[in-house]
């Protein structure tokens, strides 16, 4: 268990916190002592997930905006500094996906989902860029992202692409902004139950006893052990800790390579 003052006086901006693993994230932040700004396109799913951070007694608000566009996104995390003074904590959350052979996914569908998960966490790290050079604590960014990225994801070609995207460029920002007391981390989260990721790719698709023994552990995953990954990440356990890809799978990606 982490203390309760673990990310006390931290403020943390969330993109796709209105719900899932982003909003575990959240709440974990908040019962931790983080104000938190999360964000989204969908505004109902935004309340909901605004409602059950203030049930819960954290300090939040909900800002919309979508990943893929740099402006609204830049927007909504100057307001969020503008609420609370300042920027410590960015999670690069937001996602899009689906299930589609390479050759039958259209231009369009490639874009999308390159735009939402590339580029949508591009546009965070450079909109937040600024903000987290001044965190007093140095700042820190936290990308999620599969080993999906690295071996290749049959059927989810353009989501494989773009996570190995952002672990490049969370590797090279890690470098780049190191002298900023920036740390710049990832996490990549096996099969997690009860989250629209694993519906889509692996319930509606009648594989999820599948997946499941794919991991070494047998199971899925929680949300919260996503979110205690990202509490660590972002806290001062992790000082010394930038340019990591934070495996928590299950041992799927292992299994795949021993097995
Ligand atoms: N199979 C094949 N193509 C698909 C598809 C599917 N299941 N879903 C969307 N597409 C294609 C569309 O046909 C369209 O391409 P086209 O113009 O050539 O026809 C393109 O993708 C964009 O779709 P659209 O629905 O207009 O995009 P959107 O911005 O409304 O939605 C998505 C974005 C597609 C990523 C949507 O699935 C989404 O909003 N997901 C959010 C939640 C999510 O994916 N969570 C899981 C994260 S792991």
Redesign the pocket.
Known sequence: MFRVDTLKGRVAFITGGGGGIGLEIASCYARLGASVAIAGRNEERLQSGLERLRADGGDAIALRADVRNYEELKAAIDAAVAKFGGLDILVNNA??????PTA??????WR??VD?DLNGTFYGCHAAYGHLRRSRFGGSIISIITMLGLSGWPGAAH?AAAKAGILSLSRTLAVEWGGDNIRVNTISPGPIGDT??VK??YVDTGREDLERRKTALGRFGKKQDIANAAVFLASDLAGYVTGENMIVDGGRWLKYVAA
């Open positions: 996602a899009g996906n689906f299930h589609c039958e996914l259209s231009p369009n569908g999308t989902v939402i989501a629209e990721g889509r790719l």
